[in-house]
């Protein structure tokens, strides 16, 4: 599975959106690119995933650079209640490895 | 109307006890999956079972036995505990491995 690299923290205020970048550049053409968070205490929660398009749901927004290399999560309204760990992965149905995620700070 | 739930949800016990945690899903998927985060918040697949039947079995040590009695349950029966074993322990299903895993609320298992 590729690896992926993102920030270990950010800041956003609350009702602004916020912009999660992550880093996948040796990503293969069958990997899928998923992101989850975990706010405190509690089990990941699905957020989205794409493979080249990109995608929106009632969560988020998840844009993918044509080259596949690099993704954004987008967060349009963001909550006190989105501050939370966001895990970018890139997988391809082997193994499904957590990073160190994004640390981001909902700031009213 | 929970659709992935853990008992217990705090376990607190001695160094060389036994102990099983139980994890069942009402989402009607067919892979379900063990992980743990230790204090560094990192999370590692432990196993993962399709249709009752262990798939992914990670380094994990022989004192770690997963069951799976039907396709809605999967639970985790650790043998003489370890106080390295302290950690959180996820269990999560999805629909096949190539869909979205949904997790359940973790069991914060201490050993002292």
């Known amino acids: 599975d590729a690896k992926t690299t993102q920030p270990t923290s950010m800041d956003c205020a609350e009702g602004r959106a916020a912009n999660l970048p992550c880093n996948h550049s040796?990503?293969?053409?069958?990997?899928?690119v998923y992101w989850y968070r975990q706010i405190h205490s509690q089990g990941p929660q699905y957020i989205i995933h794409?493979?080249?398009n990109n995608e929106t749901n009632e969560m988020a927004s998840l844009i993918i650079t044509e080259d596949r290399k690099s993704s954004t999560l987008i967060l349009p309204h963001a909550t006190l209640r989105d501050t939370a760990v966001y895990y970018c992965?890139?997988?391809?149905?082997?193994?499904?490895?957590f990073g160190s995620g994004t640390k981001l700070n909902v700031k009213p | 109307d929970t659709a992935v739930s853990q008992t217990p949800k705090y376990l607190v016990t001695q160094m060389g006890n036994d102990k099983s945690i139980k994890c069942e899903q009402n989402?009607?998927?067919?892979?379900m999956y063990w992980y743990k985060q230790d204090s560094k918040k990192f999370l590692k697949i432990m196993f993962s079972?399709?249709?009752?039947?262990?798939?992914i079995n990670e380094t994990v040590p022989n004192r770690f036995s997963p069951k799976s009695p039907d396709k809605a349950h999967l639970n985790l029966h650790i043998n003489s505990l370890e106080l390295g074993d302290s950690a959180v322990y996820f269990c999560?299903?999805?629909?096949?491995?190539?869909?979205?895993?949904?997790f359940g609320p973790g069991t914060r298992l201490t050993v002292l």
């Open positions: 999560a299903s999805s629909q096949g491995q190539r869909s979205p895993r949904y």
């Open positions: 040796t990503i293969s053409g069958n990997e899928y």
């Open positions: 794409g493979l080249k």
């Open positions: 992965i890139a997988y391809n149905f082997n193994k499904f490895y």
């Open positions: 989402l009607g998927h067919d892979t």
């Open positions: 079972y399709n249709n009752k039947e262990l798939i």
